[in-house]
């Protein structure tokens, strides 16, 4: 049983830098061809892609979050990482981090989510 755990702060000042951790258990990272993705819902929304690093590190990114987004994995702690730069109140949401069986989908394992608010 594969499990995701965001972790990171809760709280982020407009213009600064939000960064979350995806700890993953019960399977690993650099298995073929799973892909790890980032996603978001604000508040009152729906859900929206963020991008992926896939098993051989390759990174993909939603064009309209590209300039401020970066994923990173650390392999030996089986963990990837989000990072997204000059947030703002619109950046407020449920961060979730996820498995994906490829490229192109399905979902298979959500982690529970984390909120993240941006306020001064």
């Known amino acids: 049983q594969v499990q995701l755990q965001e972790s990171g702060p809760g709280l982020v000042k407009p213009s600064q830098t939000l960064s979350l951790t995806c700890t993953v258990s019960?399977?690993?990272?650099?298995?073929?061809?799973?892909?790890w993705s980032w996603i978001r819902q604000p508040p009152g929304k729906g859900l929206e892609w963020m991008g992926v690093i896939a098993y051989d590190g390759n990174t993909y990114y939603s064009p309209s979050l590209k300039s401020r987004t970066s994923i990173s994995r650390d392999t030996s702690k089986n963990q990837f990482s989000l990072q997204l730069s000059s947030v703002t109140p619109e950046d407020t949401a449920v961060y979730y981090c996820a498995r994906e069986r490829s490229m192109v989908g399905p979902i298979d394992y959500w982690g529970q989510g984390t909120q993240v608010t941006v306020s001064s």
């Open positions: 019960g399977g690993s990272i650099t298995t073929t061809y799973y892909v």
